[in-house]
């Protein structure tokens, strides 16, 4: 199971075409990568803040809000990914295969979001920007299907 999350995370590194196989990962795939970015936010926001709240309370506090909105941000990465395979490839992938592609893609730029904006809020919009340029690219290597020419 182990070997199966870092696989899914080794992959998710570079947005290539092999990237859209993770499309198929199985459930404690994603959702163990999702647990792993959970805790490197919470650690490196626990660094940075330097909270002065009662530590184990902030830490549990500050990873379960970091869960739900990096759950809600993939949801919507996910209905994009629908939205762009339709457009693009005239064949939509199902929400099954959009979610754990979303999670793959949107770990790295999540990642690259929350030190943007601790680096400087106004750079913000670039990592939003870079997010979905690393969702988008390996989305242009879908294959197409073909028109049916009528004889």
Not at 49 to 76: E, N, Q, S, T
Not at 87 to 109: D, F, G
Request: proline share 6%; charged share 10%; no cysteine.
């Amino acid at each position: 199971m182990l070997s199966t999350i870092l696989t899914f995370l080794q992959t998710s590194l570079v947005p290539s075409k092999r990237a859209l196989r993770l499309r198929l990962a199985p459930l404690h795939a994603y959702m163990g990568a999702t647990f792993i970015l959970t805790l490197v936010i919470t650690i490196l926001d626990f660094f940075v803040i330097r909270p002065d709240f009662f530590i184990p309370m902030w830490l549990f506090l500050h990873g379960f809000a970091i869960l739900f909105f990096y759950l809600i941000w993939v949801a919507l990465m996910a209905l994009y990914v629908q939205l762009f395979t339709k457009i693009y490839s005239k064949n939509k992938w199902a929400y099954r295969q959009a979610w754990p592609y979303a999670v793959a893609m949107t770990l790295i730029p999540t990642l690259l979001l929350v030190i943007f904006y601790h680096l400087n809020p106004d750079f913000l919009t670039l990592g939003f920007i870079i997010g979905l340029g690393y969702i988008s690219f390996p989305l242009t290597k879908v294959p197409q299907l073909k028109q049916r020419r009528a004889s």
